[in-house]
């Protein structure tokens, strides 16, 4: 059973940066998919960023292209999420997410039965 834990969340005003992090218990696949999605009150979940475990290309929703970065450390079996120029549409639950095998759409990735979710952690931007 995988465990994913995030840290990381928290309050601050726009134009900040907070960094999330997601540790996952085991991993012992030849291909491994994390990524963020995220969840402001009223709306649906939305893909926001993910990557292949060692690979080098990630995805990214539009509306984060410039200000997030997702990054990876294999080692620690670790995703993490840096977001700058933080804005208050920002805000929202965010949960990290695994899924074995390569990356593919938000869409997939949101609905496949075998995406494992954290726990989810709270991002609150004022403005």
């Known amino acids: 059973q995988v465990q994913l834990v995030e840290s990381g969340g928290g309050s601050v005003q726009a134009g900040g940066s907070l960094r999330l992090s997601c540790a996952a218990s085991?991993?012992?696949?030849?291909?491994?998919?994390m990524g963020w999605f995220r969840q402001a009150p009223g709306k649906e979940r939305e893909g926001v960023a993910t990557?292949?475990?060692?690979?080098?290309?990630?995805l990214y929703a539009d509306s984060v292209k410039g200000r997030f970065t997702i990054s990876q450390d294999n080692a620690k079996n670790t995703a993490y999420l840096q977001m700058n120029s933080l804005k208050p549409e920002d805000t929202a639950i965010y949960y990290c997410?695994?899924?074995?095998?390569?990356?593919?759409?938000?869409?997939?990735?949101?609905?496949?039965?075998?995406?494992?979710w954290g726990q989810g952690t709270q991002v609150t931007v004022s403005s």
């Open positions: 997410a695994m899924r074995f095998g390569a990356c593919d759409s938000f869409t997939v990735m949101a609905t496949s039965v075998s995406t494992y």
């Open positions: 085991t991993l012992s696949y030849s291909s491994i998919c």
């Open positions: 990557i292949l475990m060692g690979g080098r290309t990630p």
